[in-house]
């Protein structure tokens, strides 16, 4: 199927001058298409797959459930400053996300095709900051702390 995809994406490409589609693959999996159909619309809707999870990972961090214990460990190591540049990732990405909901229902091949080349852009500095924040995330947890720390109070 892989093959079929990269055909039907290679029409679009020509056509839109769209980004390559082994790149395109590596970052957000597009081989694992199981249609030829709406290949655009599906390529969108895998995009959006990665921005979601990532969204997740970020809410949890700024606003952790206090049923969370990762959240509410992790959180503790950021500054305040980091947040507000974390939060301004986080918008960066929920308009994207708000995006290509819109361009799927608009159904306008062209737009879609311009999103796409404009958020691959960015993808490779947006992936950076994603990349620090995690590290530090992953970090936090070689730090010595207790469960009363992290819940604030154990009870």
Do not use: C
Not at 97 to 119: C, G, P, T, V, W
């Amino acid at each position: 199927m892989t093959n079929e995809i990269e055909k039907e994406y290679s029409k679009l490409a020509n056509k839109y001058k769209l980004p390559d589609f082994k790149g395109l693959d590596l970052e957000f999996e597009i081989n694992e298409l199981e249609s030829t159909s709406f290949v655009l619309r599906n390529i969108l809707r895998k995009v959006a797959e990665k921005i979601e999870f990532y969204t997740d990972l970020i809410n949890d961090l700024l606003q952790p459930d206090t049923a969370s214990l990762s959240g509410m460990h992790e959180t503790r190591f950021f500054m305040d400053e980091e947040k507000s540049s974390i939060y301004d990732l986080f918008k960066k990405l929920m308009k994207s996300y708000r995006n290509i909901i819109m361009l799927i229902l608009e159904q306008d091949e062209k737009k879609q095709a311009e999103f796409l080349n404009s958020f691959y852009r960015e993808w490779a500095e947006i992936k950076k900051q994603l990349l620090a924040y995690l590290e530090k995330m992953k970090d936090s947890w070689d730090r010595e702390t207790s469960i009363e720390q992290d819940l604030g109070y154990f009870g």
